[in-house]
T-cell receptor, first 113, second 112 residues
Framework: GAGVSQSPSNKVTEKGKDVELRCDPI?????LYWYRQSLGQGLEFLIY????????KSGLPSDRFSAERTGGSVSTLTIQRTQQEDSAVYLC???????????FGPGTRLTVL | GDSVTQMEGPVTLSEEAFLTINCTYT??????LFWYVQYPGEGLQLLLK?????DKGSNKGFEATYRKETTSFHLEKGSVQVSDSAVYFC???????????FGSGTRLQVQP
């Protein structure tokens, strides 16, 4: 079946602009995660959604970052007033309720000029 | 908090050499342990996992054993191939939200 998809694959933006990154998880997966992969910080957890529960936002680096998940499926990560340090690859992963394995999307490479 | 430490790379080996990539962890409770691999130009893929002490995960000739007494999960392969060239990440997931905490990654280069 289809894997996790993310769009866009690449995004170049100017400092101070807002960006939206989209994730389509594997159908039926109740858990969804966002991670960030950057040269300086490695791979770091950002936010976690489980079903209809309130998201765990403990990994978000600042209040410029937010995310939502509509209908328990598609998720959007929004970064407001982007800064150069936000440049990274943003990865989405999903997991079924009975499996520990997270399946990753191809990522969105964000470049802030 | 939870953390994962893995050996610095790059690791450069000749084809058919034996591979070990060390990984140790710090965590409360009983985490599950993973190795993920990122091939050039591709996304992260699960290589193997172990969910409790003394479990051995294996896949594609790679193996790792969950050692609680040494808090380690070292990755091994008896004979590497050029196609194994990639970046390998050790990771753990907590028992609650199951978010992954990753090591810094080890780049493996296998020469013919």
């Amino acid at each position: 079946g289809a894997g996790v998809s993310q769009s866009p694959s690449n995004k170049v933006t100017e400092k101070g602009k807002d960006v939206e990154l989209r994730c389509d998880p594997i159908s039926g997966h109740t858990a969804l995660y966002w991670y960030r992969q950057s040269l300086g910080q490695g791979l770091e957890f950002l936010i976690y959604f489980q079903g209809n529960s309130a998201p765990d936002k403990s990994g978000l680096p600042s209040d410029r970052f937010s995310a939502e998940r509509t209908g328990g499926s598609v998720s959007t990560l929004t970064i407001q007033r982007t800064q150069q340090e936000d440049s990274a690859v943003y990865l989405c992963a999903s997991r079924s309720g009975t499996d520990l394995t997270q399946y990753f999307g191809p990522g969105t490479r964000l470049t802030v000029l | 908090g939870d953390s994962v430490t893995q050996m610095e790379g790059p690791v450069t080996l000749s084809e058919e050499a034996f591979l070990t990539i060390n990984c140790t962890y710090t965590a409360t409770g009983y985490p599950s342990l993973f190795w993920y691999v990122q091939y050039p130009g591709e996304g992260l893929q699960l290589l193997l996992k172990a969910t409790k002490a003394d479990d051995k995960g294996s896949n594609k000739g790679f193996e790792a054993t969950y050692r609680k007494e040494t808090t380690s999960f070292h990755l091994e392969k008896g004979s590497v191939q050029v196609s194994d060239s990639a970046v390998y990440f050790c990771a753990l997931s907590d028992t609650g939200r199951r978010a992954l905490t990753f090591g810094s990654g080890t780049r493996l280069q296998v020469q013919p």
